[in-house]
């Protein structure tokens, strides 16, 4: 995260002797990334964090990708996802929606607390589409509930305990996420163009300890899955500081830009990752130009794959096409979209939209998961025209 936090007890002076009441030395652990030359965190654990006592490979079960192909836009929807299981986990139960080189991106309706786990190949975002819970940290706990933006640096061990049952879309990433670089000053503060600041966020407050031996924590890397068994619960740090850690961000707090004709997707942009933006569409003031449009224009995203996770309020261009709550469209490079028939004009003189949703722009094409295939409403390519081999 951008700016420094201090979190429970750490000594003043970093890698010097810290004690713990009985005389002992806690354990340092550096967690840093691009190799000591960018943000980090300095954290002390009552146990050597690098005692394992066995590691065993585990089978992938996410299945395979299927290039997008006839390419065509294409309209997904969650709430038809069913699980065999009725305790469903937010790191076994995921379902693979879509991925490409870049970002596996997946969703869960998480009924049931997950194992402790921790992603070594990249940094994760999720987003709590409805429900509530708390996400358990080696840094601390973090309540989250509807509408959360829960950023999760590599490496970091964790587990989501819902309280009630929690939809959420899962984005992997191959790299790290964070706000764009574009809102940041050099020293990394946000900047006063920023539609969100520090003053949004929220880190953990204080340290989770757990006590435990021979502790199982699942952890996926760039070979696989494999799941280590520590000596000790690895919750076990009195206390850490410096700028990389576990943050949440509501979406209700995202302070929308506006213009007097319709903004493109950029001021909505949310967070960066390797090759692909999010975005948050959230209620606001819309073109207030008198001879303003407020829908979009139809447009071709030349470099990018267009993905549209609708979540609340009502999508003022999609009316007419069977979107939904939970709906998921994707627009693919190579075809132009926009609004449905009718929705211009319709569109006219509105002042206000009440729409909530969560986008993803990859910079290189989606392939399609099997949770997206098992979830597809085939009638939506054919929408605009009203006619299609899918519509009889």
Same mark, same amino acid.
């Given at each position: @995260?951008?700016?420094?936090?201090?979190?429970?007890?750490?000594?003043?002076?970093?890698?010097? /002797?810290?004690?713990?009441?009985?005389?002992?030395?806690?354990?340092?652990?550096? @967690?840093?990334?691009?190799?000591?030359?960018?943000?980090?965190?300095?954290?002390?654990?009552?146990?050597?964090?690098?005692?394992?006592?066995?590691?065993?490979?585990?089978?992938?079960?996410?299945?395979?990708?299927?290039?997008?192909?006839?390419?065509?836009?294409?309209?997904?929807?969650?709430?038809?996802?069913?699980?065999?299981?009725?305790?469903?986990?937010?790191?076994?139960?995921?379902?693979?929606?879509?991925?490409?080189?870049?970002?596996?991106?997946?969703?869960?309706?998480?009924?049931?607390?997950?194992?402790?786990?921790?992603?070594?190949?990249?940094?994760?975002?999720?987003?709590?589409?409805?429900?509530?819970?708390?996400?358990?940290?080696?840094?601390?706990?973090?309540?989250?509930?509807?509408?959360?933006?829960?950023?999760?640096?590599? %490496?970091?061990?964790?587990?989501?305990?819902?309280?009630?049952?929690?939809?959420?879309?899962?984005?992997?990433?191959?790299?790290?996420?964070?706000?764009?670089?574009?809102?940041?000053?050099?020293?990394?503060?946000?900047?006063?163009?920023?539609?969100?600041?520090?003053?949004?966020?929220?880190?953990?407050?204080?340290?989770?300890?757990?006590?435990?031996?021979?502790?199982?924590?699942?952890?996926?890397?760039?070979?696989?899955?494999?799941?280590?068994?520590?000596?000790?619960?690895?919750?076990?740090?009195?206390?850490?500081?410096?700028?990389?850690?576990?943050?949440?961000?509501?979406?209700?707090?995202?302070?929308?830009?506006?213009?007097?004709?319709?903004?493109?997707?950029? *001021?909505? /942009?949310?967070?960066?990752?390797?090759?692909?933006?999010?975005?948050?569409?959230?209620?606001?003031?819309?073109?207030?130009?008198?001879? %303003?449009?407020?829908?979009?224009?139809?447009?071709?995203?030349?470099?990018?794959?267009?993905?549209?996770?609708?979540?609340?309020?009502?999508?003022?261009?999609?009316?007419?096409?069977?979107?939904?709550?939970?709906?998921?469209?994707?627009?693919? %490079?190579?075809?132009?979209?926009?609004?449905?028939?009718?929705? *211009?004009?319709?569109?006219?003189?509105?002042?206000?939209?009440?729409?909530?949703?969560? @986008?993803?722009?990859?910079?290189?094409?989606?392939?399609?998961?099997?949770?997206?295939?098992?979830?597809?409403?085939?009638?939506?390519?054919?929408?605009?025209?009203?006619?299609?081999?899918?519509?009889?």
């Amino acid at each position: @995260m951008a700016y420094y936090r201090q979190v429970g007890e750490i000594p003043r002076k970093r890698h010097t /002797q810290f004690r713990t009441p009985e005389g002992g030395l806690y354990a340092e652990e550096l @967690m840093g990334v691009e190799g000591f030359s960018a943000d980090s965190a300095l954290l002390y654990h009552r146990h050597l964090p690098t005692a394992i006592v066995d590691a065993v490979t585990v089978e992938e079960t996410r299945g395979a990708l299927a290039p997008n192909l006839p390419l065509k836009p294409r309209h997904f929807k969650t709430p038809a996802l069913t699980w065999e299981n009725p305790e469903v986990d937010a790191v076994t139960g995921r379902r693979t929606l879509f991925g490409n080189a870049d970002v596996v991106i997946g969703f869960v309706t998480a009924t049931a607390p997950s194992p402790l786990y921790r992603n070594a190949a990249g940094d994760e975002l999720l987003y709590v589409q409805s429900g509530e819970g708390v996400v358990e940290t080696i840094y601390g706990a973090l309540p989250v509930a509807e509408g959360d933006y829960v950023v999760l640096p590599t %490496s970091c061990t964790y587990r989501v305990v819902p309280s009630e049952p929690m939809n959420i879309l899962v984005l992997e990433a191959t790299g790290h996420i964070g706000p764009p670089k574009r809102y940041l000053s050099a020293k990394g503060q946000f900047l006063e163009h920023s539609p969100y600041c520090e003053r949004d966020v929220r880190g953990p407050a204080e340290p989770l300890l757990v006590d435990g031996e021979d502790v199982e924590v699942l952890v996926r890397h760039r070979a696989g899955l494999t799941r280590f068994t520590y000596a000790n619960h690895p919750f076990d740090v009195v206390g850490w500081d410096g700028c990389l850690y576990p943050w949440v961000f509501n979406i209700r707090d995202f302070e929308p830009i506006t213009g007097r004709v319709h903004q493109p997707p950029p *001021v909505h /942009q949310t967070f960066e990752g390797p090759n692909f933006v999010v975005c948050s569409f959230v209620p606001r003031k819309v073109d207030y130009h008198p001879l %303003s449009i407020p829908v979009p224009y139809n447009h071709a995203n030349v470099d990018s794959d267009e993905l549209l996770f609708y979540v609340g309020g009502n999508y003022e261009a999609r009316k007419g096409s069977g979107i939904g709550l939970g709906s998921l469209s994707l627009h693919p %490079s190579g075809c132009t979209h926009g609004p449905q028939p009718g929705a *211009v004009e319709a569109s006219l003189g509105i002042d206000y939209f009440d729409e909530t949703a969560v @986008m993803v722009d990859t910079f290189r094409p989606l392939d399609l998961g099997e949770a997206a295939l098992a979830s597809e409403d085939p009638k939506y390519a054919w929408s605009w025209a009203r006619r299609g081999p899918d519509l009889g």
